[in-house]
Antibody, heavy 123, light 105 residues
């Protein structure tokens, strides 16, 4: 079945970077957008951005522009998010989720979701 | 920027109907999507395009969207429905989430 499997939990010191992976299976990876969403402890969902795995085009929420990088490796059907200059308030569970097919407009629902990756920023 | 507003919490007795609102000033021009999230788990899509149920989602889940408010309705609410519910819409090419509502059964 269609699923996204993410890499394991990470611990980083403030100021460091972290890279989380999201491997797709059960469907054509290059055919659907991949979104990244994070959730701080006890908080709601915060959308970070999307990548078009076919073209490599990306869009990020204004808040994350300049310090979040979205990439993909089509040879291994995997999307990545790298967060730089980590701060303690970046501690969160980071989710990837599949969006719409890459033909036409990007707007649609997110389904399925990866299991989430806990990133803890602490000294 | 576009904002979606949800009440932090809603309570309902078992067997009754729960209604979770999501308000936004562009609601009538956008489709709304709803996700259920249980503790320690990833969100699960329960309603898409305002009122459509994905396969596998019980019929007691329904959605509507009119004017400035979208509503997720759970009829005959069961204990297993206790969870956080998040609404989602689009602002141009960016995703927007509501703050989430904790449903207590």
């Amino acid at each position: 079945q269609e699923q996204l499997v993410q890499s394991g939990a990470e611990v980083r010191e403030p100021g460091a970077s972290v890279k989380v992976s999201c491997k797709a299976s059960g469907y054509t990876f290059t055919g659907y957008y991949i979104h990244w969403v994070r959730q701080a402890p006890g908080q709601g969902l915060e959308w970070m951005g999307w990548i078009n795995p076919h073209s490599g085009a990306t869009e990020s929420a204004e808040k994350f522009q300049g310090w979040v990088t979205l990439t993909r490796d089509t040879t291994i059907s995997t999307a990545f998010i790298q967060v730089s200059r980590l701060r303690r308030d970046d501690t969160a569970v980071y989710f990837c989720a599949r969006g719409k097919n890459v033909v036409g407009e990007v707007a649609s629902h997110l389904d399925p979701w990866g299991q989430g990756t806990l990133v803890t920023v602490s000294s | 920027s576009y904002e979606l507003t949800q009440p932090p919490s809603v309570s309902v007795a078992p067997g009754l109907t729960a209604r979770i609102p999501c308000s936004g000033n562009k609601m009538g021009y956008n489709h709304v999507y709803w996700y259920q999230q249980k503790p320690g788990q990833a969100p699960v899509l329960v309603i898409y395009q305002d009122d459509k149920r994905p396969s596998g989602i019980p019929e007691r889940f329904s959605g509507s969207n009119s004017g400035t408010t979208a509503t997720l309705t759970i009829s005959g609410t069961q204990a297993v429905d206790e969870a956080d519910y998040h609404c989602q819409a689009w602002d141009s090419s960016a995703v927007v989430f509501g703050g989430g509502t904790k449903l207590t059964v």
